[in-house]
């Protein structure tokens, strides 16, 4: 199965580059393995017998990792690689569609979604009130959405080409690869551009997490390790879905 999508989505073609790196890395990067992952699993109730939405699953390791706790997981990614090297890691044990955030998710029934994992994926999408109101249609009622984003306080900070934080910016970034050099760009939006189209799309916050580094980060490197202990990196949201919207 495949939902429409656009390829001239932004950073694309950047993860047709990158999809074997994520692949063969994603499972001990320190980024993802030693502080995105340990955050937003906390915040995810127990899973067991649940259908799950792993809303840009990437190499899919949380599709994976799903599966493994006894879930019903629907994996998707805009890009063709990303979902072909989800489903060669989960053996093609569950559905996984190339699918994209800034299309309609048609080919999900509506109130059918127990739970809507999303990690670092919305950054890469313009409207966050489409998404949401997409994710509020799918979920069940009382069904949860957890997701974790890039901080507008970092990329505030690290990105010099930002002069106002009120501003929604396409930033332009270059990741090293084990290939090279990969330009990758994303959108960053103050706070409040975060956290109020959830609220206006029938959401709820439960809770918000901005996470220290684990130790074994700062086993693996120190001076990152202490930078991330005084600057957040990313931001992570748990909300419920309420029925009818207020």
């Known amino acids: 199965m495949k939902n429409k999508v656009n390829i001239n989505s932004i950073s694309y073609n950047a993860y047709d580059e990158m999809a074997e790196y994520y692949y063969k890395f994603v499972d001990t990067k320190p980024y993802n393995a030693m502080y995105e992952r340990p955050a937003l699993l906390s915040l995810l109730p127990n899973v067991e017998n649940k259908t799950v939405l792993d809303a840009g699953c990437a190499a ?12 019903n997981p629907i994996a998707i990614d805009f890009n063709k690689n990303m979902v072909d090297f989800t489903r060669l890691r989960t053996q093609s044990k569950c559905q996984v569609v190339q699918a994209d955030l800034n299309e309609p998710l048609d080919f999900i029934p509506d109130n059918s979604i127990d739970i809507i994992l ?3 994926t919305l950054h890469y999408i313009k409207n966050w009130s489409f998404v949401f109101d997409q ?5 069940r009622n009382g069904g949860l959405l957890v997701f974790s984003t890039h901080h507008p306080f970092m990329d505030f900070h690290l990105f010099d080409e930002i002069k106002n934080y009120f501003e929604t910016t396409i930033l332009h970034d270059t990741w090293t690869t084990d290939k090279g050099k990969v330009e990758v760009d994303f959108y960053r939006r103050p706070l409040q551009d975060i956290i109020n189209p959830l609220i206006q799309n029938g959401f709820r ?13 700062k086993k693996h490197s120190p001076k990152t390790y202490q930078r991330l202990s005084n600057n ?10 309420i029925c009818p919207k207020e």
Not at 61 to 69: F, H, I, R, S
Not at 232 to 241: I, N, R
Request: glycine share 4%.
């Open 60 to 71: 899919g390791w949380y599709t994976k990792w799903l599966l493994d706790k006894g879930s």
């Open 118 to 120: 999303s990690s670092l």
């Open 135 to 139: 994710f509020y249609k799918k979920l």
């Open 205 to 217: 916050i439960q809770e918000i997490l901005e996470p220290l580094p684990t130790n074994e980060f």
């Open 232 to 241: 957040p990196q990313f931001l992570f949201v748990k909300a419920k879905k």
